[in-house]
T-cell receptor
Framework: GAGVSQTPSNKVTEKGKYVELRCDPI?????LYWYRQSLGQGPEFLIY????????DSGLPNDRFFAVRPEGSVSTLKIQRTERGDSAVYLC?????????????FGPGTRLTVL | TQLLEQSPQFLSIQEGENLTVYCNSS?????LQWYRQEPGEGPVLLVT?????EVKKLKRLTFQFGDARKDSSLHITAAQPGDTGLYLC??????????????FGPGTRLSVLP
């Protein structure tokens, strides 16, 4: 399994609950991205990590959304007080991090449904 | 917000036909990528174009970056059912100091019927 993996593949929760989505990037990739994809839309950028730090979190919609990458590998996207509008597929991607080589390798996504 | 538009939104054709899909913006991009996404999977990179006017070929797929680096096209020759999927373009803006934040278009959903 050399690709990007995401768990869980599906998550159903109730409005107001807290959820955590996990991303395991390709080993050695320093750059990690989170996107959100709604039905019929392209991926929407949320946050980008270079190593352990969030280099760009301008896509996070509000302060209910938070992401961490404490050891520069696995990342967790955390959503507090979930709302029905948060329902979407959450995609994670990793990249070697070299600015001259910016191919992103995507995981299969986590489908989040907020009832 | 810098927007990428893609057309057509949906396209259904017969096997063996040719097709072209478009990606347009009012913004200038330093590079642009095309991805294909299948149901239940993440997007997979097809090509990256960097230079205005650049043309790249990948088997039956031909990608072109506009001279002004604001638009791109993807042409498929003799489409096959295996080409079915969501085709996404993603642009890296000249405004992006980090050099990593790609903006995605909404995609063109292609269906090739046998």
């Amino acid at each position: 399994g050399a690709g990007v993996s995401q768990t869980p593949s599906n998550k159903v929760t109730e409005k107001g609950k807290y959820v955590e989505l996990r991303c395991d990037p390709i080993s050695g990739h320093t750059a990690l991205y989170w996107y959100r994809q709604s039905l019929g839309q392209g991926p929407e950028f949320l946050i980008y990590f270079q190593g352990t730090g969030a280099a760009d979190d301008s896509g996070l919609p509000n302060d209910r959304f938070f992401a961490v990458r404490p050891e520069g590998s696995v990342s967790t996207l955390k959503i507090q007080r979930t709302e029905r509008g948060d329902s979407a597929v959450y995609l994670c991607a990793s990249s070697p991090g070299d600015l001259n080589y910016n191919e992103q390798f995507f995981g299969p996504g986590t489908r989040l449904t907020v009832l | 917000t810098q927007l990428l538009e893609q057309s057509p939104q949906f396209l259904s054709i017969q096997e063996g036909e040719n097709l072209t899909v478009y990606c347009n913006s009012s913004s200038v991009f330093s590079s642009l990528q095309w991805y294909r996404q299948e149901p239940g999977e993440g997007p997979v990179l097809l090509v990256t174009v960097v230079t205005g006017g650049e043309v790249k070929k990948l088997k039956r797929l031909t990608f072109q970056f506009g001279d002004a680096r604001k638009d791109s096209s993807l042409h498929i020759t003799a489409a096959q059912p295996g080409d079915t999927g969501l085709y996404l373009c993603a642009g890296l803006g000249e405004w992006d100091n980090y050099g990593q934040n790609f903006v995605f278009g909404p995609g063109t959903r292609l269906s090739v019927l046998p």
